[in-house]
Every structure is written in C-alpha cells, then in structure tokens.
C-alpha cells in the first residue's frame, strides 16, 4: 500500500490550500483516511478523518469551519481543503490510512493507521 500527499507549499495567512493524497495498492473504498500534522518541535496530532464511504467525517477542534475533508473513490484520492490557515497551521501534513476497519472512537489516534504517506509541507506565512 502506498500513499502519495502532495499540494503542501508556502502561503500567507488567511490563504487556502488544497492537499491530496493518491492511494495505491488495496481497494481504496473499503477502508477510512485521515489526516494528521506535525508541527515543529510539536508531536504528531489528528486533524481529520473520513469514512469509507465519506458520510462520516471527523475533524480536531482547532480546525472545525475552516478545513474539509472529502475524498473521491473513483480518483482513489482523499483531499483536504484548508482555508483561513493560520501561522499556527504550518506544518507537515501526513495522510494515512488503517489496515482494517475503524471504530468511530478510534479515528483520532494515529496509531489506528498503518500505512502513511511520505507528508507534504504547509507553511503559513504571517
């Protein structure tokens, strides 16, 4: 299984940017995606997830109204549209995806997921 993040890049605050994350190697639909973030000098936290079927979607507090996750099965890609980003925003951005199936409870801890993608870089610019 291989995930591929790309669409990170430099922009000033209150910009938007879009990141998308191709996946390879497993049937793409069957299983949750989510997105998590690290920071410098900060550990990795939960952004957001999605459902297999994109019904469900989760997001950290911090970015509720101003980031959206989708993803679209036929393109094997989940996307995450962040807007008004924030200096505080700056950081690598991972997509990731489990094994198995998720329990709702479980879709915030990054150690639900298995495979990661190599991340893409935002840095938000004051």
């Known amino acids: 299984v291989q995930l591929q993040a790309s669409g990170g890049g430099l922009v000033q605050a209150g910009g938007s940017l879009r990141l998308s994350c191709v996946v390879s190697?497993?049937?793409?639909?069957?299983?949750?995606m989510g997105w998590f973030r690290q920071g410098p000098g900060k550990e990795r936290e939960f952004v957001s997830a999605i459902g297999r079927t994109g019904y469900d979607t989760y997001y950290a507090d911090f970015v509720k109204g101003r980031f959206t996750i989708s993803r679209d099965n036929a393109k094997l890609t989940v996307y995450l549209q962040m807007n008004s980003l924030e200096p505080e925003d700056t950081a690598v951005y991972y997509c990731?995806?489990?094994?198995?199936?998720?329990?709702?409870?479980?879709?915030?801890?990054?150690?639900?997921?298995?495979?990661w993608g190599q991340g893409t870089l935002v840095t938000v610019s004051s």
């Open positions: 190697g497993r049937t793409f639909s069957r299983y949750a």
């Open positions: 990731a995806t489990p094994k198995e199936q998720l329990a709702r409870s479980t879709y915030f801890r990054s150690t639900s997921y298995d495979y």
